[in-house]
């Protein structure tokens, strides 16, 4: 279920990162992994750009960025306890579900809170886009959807 809310999400805005990223890495400008913020101000304004995108617009999309970015650090950050509860089961004589049920929930609700994060965020830069800039937005997603890249 997490690989399709990231593919989804991702997809519509954070895809951009991968585009900024490979554009930087072509055109040797990239400095390493930067903060949720400074990645997100220079995608919100290679983006602005390439929509032609006015101040406003860029804010917009900045934010939009920034809240998603810091939503999936959010939910990276829990991984390392559930890889402690996960190797816990091992260690017990006998399988008890319990844990791995409850550490399955607690993803469930970091999933779903997620979800709303990205699509609150998309719905607002579309609400600020032009019909046009919404086209090129999604021209640019749909030739840049299948990007991949290290991750920091």
Same mark, same amino acid.
């Given at each position: 279920?997490?690989?399709?809310?990231?593919?989804?999400g991702l997809g519509a805005l954070?895809?951009?990162?991968?585009?900024?990223?490979?554009?930087?890495?072509?055109?040797?400008?990239?400095?390493?992994? !930067?903060?949720?913020?400074?990645?997100?101000?220079?995608?919100?304004?290679?983006?602005?750009?390439?929509?032609?995108?006015?101040?406003?617009?860029?804010?917009?999309?900045?934010?939009?960025?920034?809240?998603?970015?810091?939503?999936?650090?959010?939910?990276?950050?829990?991984?390392?306890?559930? !890889?402690?509860?996960?190797?816990?089961?091992?260690?017990?004589?006998?399988?008890?579900?319990?844990?791995?049920?409850?550490?399955?929930?607690?993803?469930?609700?970091?999933?779903?809170?997620?979800?709303?994060?990205?699509?609150?965020?998309?719905?607002?830069?579309?609400a600020v886009l032009e019909p046009?800039?919404r086209e090129e937005l999604a021209?640019?997603?749909?030739?840049?959807?299948?990007?991949?890249?290290?991750?920091?």
């Amino acid at each position: 279920m997490f690989g399709i809310w990231m593919g989804i999400g991702l997809g519509a805005l954070a895809t951009l990162a991968f585009i900024k990223h490979h554009h930087h890495r072509v055109h040797g400008r990239h400095h390493g992994c !930067a903060s949720t913020r400074r990645r997100s101000e220079h995608i919100s304004r290679w983006l602005g750009r390439r929509l032609d995108a006015t101040p406003g617009q860029t804010e917009a999309i900045r934010e939009a960025v920034e809240e998603i970015g810091e939503a999936l650090s959010g939910l990276r950050g829990g991984v390392g306890g559930e !890889a402690a509860t996960l190797a816990g089961l091992f260690r017990n004589d006998t399988f008890d579900r319990a844990p791995f049920d409850e550490l399955a929930k607690a993803h469930r609700e970091r999933i779903q809170k997620l979800e709303e994060t990205i699509a609150e965020a998309l719905e607002r830069v579309y609400a600020v886009l032009e019909p046009s800039q919404r086209e090129e937005l999604a021209a640019l997603i749909e030739r840049h959807f299948g990007w991949r890249h290290a991750h920091c």
